[in-house]
């Protein structure tokens, strides 16, 4: 097992993250602060109702970047000359700081998302990761599950979402070594349970679309048989469905993608479009570079529009 966290071994504590600060510290907590870090200033009110829900939803994308920004909150009843030099006439109001000087901020509640595309739009700007490592520890529970480790993985993968519980790519992986370890069962439950932020991401979706064919594969007929059936009779699109899911069970995604091209080629809406269905699901199951993937995408599109 790997351990995650920021580049000093483990996350800040949260009160070096996430300080409420007076007006007399601002100069040390924001400008002078943020010439090392930016600085994410929280401008509210204890009457401010807007201000009671965003201010969770920001420390919860400060504590996600895991100390590559930090959040101070200024109570702007308090701290009425600052709110003045800044120009602020309503609240929330969110300010980011880098290097002694606002770079970017917004007005008003926004959702989580907005919220954490802020937070990385600063720290980029920075030229700093707001993944905390987390993208260190994915690369390397990819490593694990490509090398059979697929416990190992699922570990790795778990813990990273113990982290960040709307990370995609962590979510993907996981559905994928529960996959490996024949668990399919607890495949499906957990995308199933998938966050909404994320069950149509890109890594969601190739998760659900392994989990298909994994649950193809223990259906696949034998090989031989088939592929004799398609020999004796090229036209019996059912047999030569069949053949591929087979074949990509036994690992030949090549051969598998090429007998659907066949049947879209011979009949395009045998059975509800099948073929089409079954090699998008390929498609998405496989990685996007993968050149099984681009020569079928390429061979199905000069299909469709010649």
């Not at 504590?13 to 600060?21: F, M, S, V, Y």
């Not at 694990?144 to 993985?153: N, S, T």
């Not at 992986?173 to 529960?178: E, I, K, P, S, Y």
Request: aromatic share 6%; net charge negative; glycine share 10%.
């Amino acid at each position: 097992m790997i351990e995650l966290g920021g580049g000093n071994g483990g996350p800040a504590p949260a009160g070096d993250l996430i300080k409420d600060i007076s007006e007399a510290e601002f100069m040390a907590e924001v400008v002078d602060a943020s010439m090392k870090t930016p600085v994410i200033v929280d401008f509210w009110a204890p009457w401010c109702g807007p201000c009671k829900t965003l201010g969770p939803l920001l420390e919860e994308a400060v504590t996600a970047a895991r100390g590559a920004v930090k959040m101070v909150k200024v109570n702007v009843d308090e701290a009425q000359m600052i709110a003045g030099q800044l120009q602020i006439q309503s609240i929330p109001t969110v300010y980011a700081f880098w290097q002694g000087q606002p770079v970017d901020g917004f007005q008003g509640a926004l959702p989580g998302s907005e919220i954490k595309a802020f937070i990385d739009r600063v720290v980029q700007a920075s030229g700093g990761d707001a993944s905390g490592g987390l993208d260190e520890a994915i690369e390397a529970a990819e490593e694990m599950l490509e090398q059979g480790a697929a416990v190992d993985a699922a570990q790795t993968f778990a813990a990273i979402l113990g982290e960040d519980a709307n990370n995609a790519k962590a979510y993907g992986g996981l559905v994928r070594a529960h996959i490996a370890m024949d668990d399919l069962e607890q495949a499906e439950a957990i995308l199933n349970g998938a966050p909404a932020e994320i069950s149509e991401s890109p890594e969601v979706e190739a998760a659900h679309a392994q989990l298909e064919l994994a649950k193809q594969a223990a259906d696949a007929g034998p090989v031989a048989e088939l592929t004799a059936a398609v020999e004796a009779d090229p036209d019996n699109h059912q047999a030569r469905h069949d053949l591929a899911q087979a074949l990509y069970a036994q690992g030949d995604g090549e051969a598998a993608v090429e007998h659907l091209l066949e049947i879209f080629r011979r009949d395009r809406e045998w059975n509800d479009g099948a073929a089409k269905t079954q090699l998008f699901t390929i498609f998405d199951a496989l990685k996007p570079n993968d050149p099984v993937a681009l020569n079928g995408r390429r061979k199905l599109s000069s299909m469709i529009f010649a």
